[in-house]
């Protein structure tokens, strides 16, 4: 009987400290609950195409974005992205000559982050 | 919230289906409902046979070619089970045995419930920092578990390398890795099918925290054995639960291992116990059942984990010396009742299907591989050349190793009152002491600080006994003094032992640094095929080895830029260093082009500068702590 009870107790503790750490993952594993960050990628890597996503996990929901070609800028905008939202721009430029770098920047608050391609 | 729910109860029905039921059954067929187990045994037991069968019957469906899936699973067991029922009915009456003495009083039993709640409290507590799939180890090992659950079948054990021939960079065919063994990878696979959790969530570290749980009672009831003719062998078994449980929760190989993914490791630490434990019973109660399945738990570790196998032959040689020694010439009168047990029907029937499921069925990886040349030889390393007795004494934590080397002593000198106890222990201890200490007397060739922590269950069983021998069977002392006594020296044990646990919890460790490596590992996994070559970082990327988990494309895929001391090895290829820290210069270059590398992913902190100025570039994904590069054909 008391063998039982040795078991049983270890049963409860087991379940109930595996449960916890299981919410525990599963909120460290959340993108957005209780994070600050925010990632920018080029929709299509592979390719010439200058299309962008802006992917927030970030308390800040407001972001200014700048095309820049060989570091001259040539367009730019604003956007509201939610937390835990994506936004994807496609950008319509037409560009004069090859053999230019063309930078994506993406401002919000005091962070800066860049892609860019040389094309 | 509601899914939360039911996903955390589907996996406590998975657990409960394959990690206890089919042990439980195969005790019931053994045993039938005698009283020759207690219910902490049985528990205990059922769970670390359940392991070995779950292993056998996916690498059977594996061999009749049947998918390993969720169905397979469960029919099979049902079928074990089924089979396992019969075995009980046609044998039910001869039930009657001698029952298992291990009640305890009310007082112990509140003891070891206080030791179980302070022993999973402090495990809970630490992996609450580290509970997220971030363990390097653990991400190679759910590979291959992913590998199962996704193909059904059981894999190759094969990676693809960067090789250099004659100046020229490629890359190789699969050649078969030596590291893994399957039994480290089937039952996660089938929780995983079963419960319909991913690898990459909490399930693979909860499972070894139970694994590690289930360990711990494994050396609580061989010592509740080992010790049983002792007036005081509850009170050692239930020191070791406080030693084992609370004192060595995180430090030497428990907790860290856990978090770590250390499953080898993990595994036999549970598996050898309970090998010790089958053995010791069918010796001492000259018990043939208790015999065969020491040699299925033997059998099962040698799928499971080879330094575990390695190390349990080594200290079973030992063992067999020690008695022995002990013995004198009743050594070999012993031995004829051994063979008594050995040509028993039961055991010669397990021998027979060991060997039949050896040859015929599957034979563990580093057999097949003759990967056993690669551990036994002079020391190749400085790591395998042996520790010192100070980084000994820092493996086992200074105190507790003081009260071990007490207990070795005192079984030493007392071995007389308990011949087999004491060989056991003593051949336990010395052997993993020799191969840790002093690899090249038994010319051996294994990392000595992987050795060395086998050191602290043997030293568990004997720093128990030291304590209790001290202070429980010297009845000329004045009481008060060995009360006073005893306390200061727990005191010193605890606080030895609770201090470096203590440095074992780091709060620092639990951030999300892995979401980012996570988020990058999905957009490759949709971005890029199977032609695209990525490689990565592993010096500043956190829980790099969790991207293949994503890619699935092989197992050293994506390549890695490994610890940078690490290319200080003249045979090592330096392509995946070059590719990294010097993307710009001639040898890079051509490592690009003969291995087809294209994408590069790096931590921007570190290593963005030497990328970013370079026109044959595209930096492509850019995050806080993920800088991605891509290299277009020209």
């Known amino acids: 009987m008391k063998n039982k009870a040795i078991i049983i107790t270890t049963i409860i503790f087991f379940i109930f400290s595996a449960s916890s750490l299981a919410w525990i993952e599963k909120k460290q594993s959340d993108e957005n609950a209780g994070k600050n960050w925010w990632v920018l990628y080029f929709a299509e890597p592979k390719n010439d195409k200058l299309n962008f996503i802006i992917e927030n996990h970030s308390d800040e929901n407001n972001f200014h974005w ?42 919000s608050k005091d962070e800066k982050k860049e892609i860019y391609k040389n094309l | ?30 045993f039938g409902k005698s009283k020759i187990l207690s219910a902490l045994e049985k528990f205990t037991l059922s769970f670390g046979l359940s392991i070995i069968a779950i292993d056998i019957i996916l690498i059977l469906l594996d061999k009749f070619r049947l998918s390993i899936n969720a169905n397979s699973i469960l029919f099979s067991l049902i079928a074990f089970i089924i089979l396992c029922y019969a075995v009980f009915l046609l044998r039910k009456e001869k039930s009657a045995e001698n029952s298992s003495d291990s009640d305890y009083s009310k007082k112990q039993t509140s003891l070891i419930i206080l030791i179980i709640f302070f022993s999973i409290l402090i495990r809970a507590f630490f992996l609450s920092h580290t509970i997220a799939p971030t363990g390097t180890d653990l991400g190679h090992h759910m590979y291959w578990t992913k590998k199962i659950i996704e193909t059904g079948k059981i894999p190759a054990y094969e990676k693809i390398e960067i090789i250099q021939k004659d100046n020229v960079y490629s890359i190789s065919q699969p050649s078969a890795i030596d590291d893994f063994i399957i039994g480290e990878h089937l039952v996660f696979a089938s929780i995983g099918l079963i419960s319909k959790n991913d690898v990459a969530s909490a399930f693979p570290s909860i499972t070894l925290f139970l694994i590690n749980i289930m360990g711990m009672f494994s050396l609580f009831i061989l010592a509740e054995k080992l010790f049983s003719s002792l007036s005081y062998g509850k009170n050692i078994a239930i020191t070791v639960l406080f030693f084992v449980g609370a004192l060595f929760a995180l430090s030497g190989s428990q907790g860290n291992f856990i978090s770590g993914g250390v499953i080898g490791n993990l595994l036999g630490n549970l598996l050898i116990p309970l090998i010790f434990y089958f053995f010791f019973r069918a010796i001492s109660e ?24 390695f190390i349990f032959a080594f200290s079973l040689i030992f063992v067999l010396f020690f008695i022995l020694l002990f013995k004198g010439k009743e050594f070999f009168l012993e031995i004829k009742k051994w063979l008594a047990l050995i040509f028993s029907p039961r055991v010669l029937a397990i021998i027979f299907l060991g060997v039949i499921f050896f040859f015929f069925v599957r034979m563990p990886g580093y057999i097949e591989n003759q990967a056993v040349k690669t551990i036994v030889g002079e020391p190749s390393r400085s790591t395998k050349a042996g520790l010192s007795l100070a980084q000994i004494f820092s493996t086992v934590g200074e105190s507790r ?21 004491s060989a056991l222990i003593l051949g336990w201890f010395f052997s993993i002491f020799i191969m840790s200490w002093k690899p090249t007397l038994l010319h051996i060739d294994i990392p000595s600080s992987r050795i060395g922590n086998y050191l602290i269950f043997p030293i568990i069983l004997a720093g128990a006994f030291a304590i209790n021998w001290i202070f429980e069977d010297r009845h000329y002392l004045n009481r008060n003094w060995k009360l006073s006594a005893f306390l200061i020296l727990i005191l010193y044990v605890s606080t030895g032992g609770f201090m470096s646990e203590a440095q074992s919890i780091n709060p620092k460790k639990s951030n999300s640094n892995f979401i980012e490596t996570f988020a990058i590992s999905k957009y490759l996994k949709q971005k890029t095929t199977a032609e695209d070559i990525i490689l990565k970082d592993h010096n500043y990327v956190s829980a790099d080895s969790w991207m293949k ?4 494309r092989d197992y050293n895929l994506p390549f890695t830029r490994s610890f940078l001391f690490r290319y200080d090895s003249p045979t090592r290829e330096q392509c995946t260093l070059w590719m990294i820290s010097q993307p710009k210069s001639s040898e890079a270059k051509k490592c690009f082009t003969q291995t087809g590398t294209n994408f590069i992913i790096i931590n921007p902190h570190y290593d963005s500068s030497q990328f970013s100025d370079s026109k044959e570039f595209w930096k492509i994904y850019s995050s806080d702590l993920i800088g991605t590069y891509y290299k277009p054909k020209k």
């Open chain 1, 66 to 107: 700048e095309i820049l070609s060989s570091k001259k800028k040539i367009q730019e905008g604003e956007a509201v992205i939610k937390k835990g939202s994506v936004l994807q721009l496609n950008p319509n430029l037409t560009l004069a000559s090859e053999n230019k770098k063309i930078t994506i920047l993406v401002i």
């Open chain 2, 1 to 30: 919230m509601l899914n939360f729910i039911f996903n955390q109860i589907l996996f406590y029905i998975s657990i409960a289906v394959m990690l206890f039921i089919p042990g439980y059954f195969l005790l019931l067929a053994i």
């Open chain 2, 286 to 309: 000259k018990n043939s059942a208790f015999f065969s399945l020491g040699i299925f738990t033997s059998f099962g570790l040698a799928y499971t984990h080879h330094l575990s196998t």
């Open chain 2, 401 to 421: 190793a003081t009260l071990g080397i007490i207990g070795i002593i005192l079984l030493l000198v007392f071995f007389k009152k308990n011949k087999y106890q």
């Open chain 2, 549 to 552: 988990v994503f890619l699935m």
